[in-house]
């Protein structure tokens, strides 16, 4: 089916939508009988797996940041790791170490945590800097190096890493390269109070992650990476993004802007969007609702804003969404044309 060019132009997929958007139904009911009164960060979460990306959840202690990670990763039938981020942990505890076997007189490397489907990193803003890049290869490459000899990580990969506000004790905040590696940050927030009741009522007695089983397979989440990566993103919507990434980079209040490997991950989690709305193209829409969780923890302010007294968080939110308002919308036939060279 074809259409005029421009921001509803769609192709038919090269799979089927619907059946990723079946699956995905079926991890979003898993992880919501878990979490109760989150959909967009569930959904969001789900997004960043679908990319194949990496997911920061960061806010106070106790609001089920831990849980969400645990509930969906248990939803998926594949090799699931966790590390406990302590200061004395060594890049070794994440990576993996070589150890000299007595009876073949050689060196074996023994694999670490890191190596699984999906990896839990508990509070990763307690380490110290040297743990924490130890994951800098593994989120950008998908492989470990260790004395030399590079590892292949399996397919799909993901690490699901919380972390406490900086303003709690015993935390340090990540290296601008640390977090940029991370596709998306999101944030729990407190509960509703109807919520937080029903909480109360079915899970005050028993743990509900007992209840949890594997909804899908490890292959499957393959296929659905693969299927999103077909869905169409049409040029105007990719000369929005540019104008969206490049307007943080003129921003008077911000430092540092987004980076190029921002925009990557802003288009393939908006894929992920519309796939799981059962559409096989991106509107504007899709990357406006994913420009706060996929930009806002890659700024840099500057120091008189960050010392404002503000929370970080919302200050970086509220420029995002005072972007959106001033970058107008792209229209059909709006997007600049790739200039053609010139024979000799």
Not at 60 to 83: H, N
Not at 117 to 146: F, Y
Not at 207 to 236: F, G, K, N
Not at 268 to 288: E, G, W
Request: hydrophobic share 40%; with cysteine; charged share 25%.
């Amino acid at each position: 089916m074809a259409t005029e060019p421009g921001i509803l132009h769609w192709r038919e997929p090269a799979g089927d939508v619907g059946q990723l958007t079946d699956v995905a139904d079926r991890v979003l009911r898993s992880v919501g009988a878990v979490i109760d009164g989150k959909p967009e960060a569930i959904r969001t979460a789900l997004a960043v797996l679908l990319t194949e990306g990496h997911l920061l959840i960061e806010d106070v202690p106790g609001v089920g940041k831990t849980m969400l990670a645990k509930a969906l990763a248990r939803s998926i039938d594949a090799r699931v790791r966790r590390i406990q981020f302590t200061p004395d942990l060594l890049p070794g505890d994440v990576t993996g170490v070589s150890v000299y076997n007595q009876g073949t007189r050689d060196f074996e490397f023994r694999p670490g945590p890191v190596f699984a489907n999906i990896v839990v990193g508990d509070e990763i803003n307690r380490a110290e800097p040297k743990a924490q890049s130890a994951l800098l290869e593994c989120m950008e490459e998908h492989q470990v190096t260790v004395d030399g000899i590079t590892y292949r990580l399996e397919s799909p990969f993901m690490v699901i890493a919380t972390q406490n506000p900086v303003e709690m004790e015993g935390t340090r905040p990540l290296p601008e390269a640390q977090r940029d590696r991370f596709t998306a940050r999101i944030s729990m927030g407190y509960p509703s109070p109807a919520a937080e009741f029903a909480m109360l009522e079915n899970h005050g007695t028993a743990d509900p992650l007992d209840d949890v089983v594997p909804v899908t397979s490890a292959s499957e989440i393959v296929q659905m990476i693969s299927l999103v990566r077909t869905v169409h993103v049409s040029d105007e919507v990719r000369q929005y993004i540019v104008e969206l990434v490049g307007a943080t980079r003129r921003h008077p209040e911000v430092a540092l802007g987004a980076s190029p490997r921002a925009a990557l991950h802003l288009i393939r989690t908006a894929r992920a969007a519309a796939a799981l709305d059962r559409r096989n193209f991106v509107l504007p829409d899709d990357v406006q609702a994913l420009l706060v969780p996929v930009i806002a923890h890659r700024l840099l302010l500057q120091p008189e804003v960050a010392l404002s007294g503000e929370p970080v968080i919302d200050i970086t939110a509220r420029l995002l969404t005072d972007i959106i308002a001033r970058t107008p919308i792209p229209r059909p036939g709006s997007a600049p044309r790739p200039q053609q060279r010139r024979g000799r």
